[in-house]
T-cell receptor, first 110, second 114 residues
Framework: AQRVTQPEKLLSVFKGAPVELKCNYS??????LFWYVQYSRQRLQLLLR??SRESIKGFTADLNKGETSFHLKKPFAQEEDSAMYYC????????????FGQGTTLQVKP | GAVVSQHPSWVICKSGTSVKIECRSL??????MFWYRQFPKQSLMLMAT?????????EQGVEKDKFLINHASLTLSTLTVTSAHPEDSSFYIC??????????FGPGTRLLVL
């Protein structure tokens, strides 16, 4: 079964501290993984995807197939990073469907 | 980047009435649109996948007669909540893709059924 798990509902850190939002997935094939972010009162938007291997707003995520993880990291959190973060999986079907994790609220305190 | 709009952004209706929500891709042709439901502080729950010119594919547990989806053109999909009840109150979000590209999300529609 295809599944995405984000074990932390809330992650609270101080400004300048490192951040790691955990994401584990369950999928038998070669997945495509994404991180989406939803700022307060804004729409969901793509933060990054594993195939592009880029860093957006200082965030990076590496796909670890051995651990079936795609954790999101940032070395120094900023207050404007406070938002809801969703990890999502796109399987090999041609439907384009995404399977979302439960989401993690990141709270960066001053 | 690609823009997806939804209309209305919020709606209040009486129990038993029907409500139509529109989802439009403004600057690209969307071969597929998706409809999600989001409860407060919870994840997005996929309701259905809508392909232009064909019937929508509903996820398990989603009543297709309750949530009517029409995808009449490559830029417009509509979700109609029929005979709405208070338990249908939620935040409804659509997204659109062109081919196998990234999903772009609409701003959502908040529905309150009294």
């Amino acid at each position: 079964a295809q599944r995405v798990t984000q074990p932390e509902k809330l992650l609270s850190v101080f400004k300048g501290a490192p951040v790691e939002l955990k994401c584990n997935y369950s999928y038998s094939g070669s997945p495509e993984l994404f991180w989406y972010v939803q700022y307060s009162r804004q729409r969901l938007q793509l933060l990054l995807r594993h195939i592009s291997r880029e860093s957006i707003k200082g965030f990076t995520a590496d796909l670890n197939k051995g651990e079936t993880s795609f954790h999101l990291k940032k070395p120094f959190a900023q207050e404007e990073d406070s938002a809801m973060y969703y990890c999502a999986l796109h399987g090999s079907s041609n439907t384009g469907k995404l399977i979302f994790g439960q989401g993690t609220t990141l709270q960066v305190k001053p | 980047g690609a823009v997806v709009s939804q209309h209305p952004s919020w709606v209040i209706c009486k129990s038993g009435t029907s409500v139509k929500i529109e989802c439009r891709s403004l600057d690209f042709q969307a071969t597929t649109m998706f409809w999600y439901r989001q409860f407060p502080k919870q994840s997005l729950m996929l309701m259905a996948t809508s392909n232009e010119g064909s019937k929508a594919t509903y996820e398990q547990g989603v009543e297709k007669d309750k949530f009517l989806i029409n995808h009449a053109s490559l830029t417009l999909s509509t979700l109609t909540v029929t005979s709405a009840h208070p338990e249908d109150s939620s935040f409804y979000i659509c997204s659109a893709i062109s081919g196998q590209e990234t999903q772009y999300f609409g701003p959502g529609t908040r529905l309150l059924v009294l």
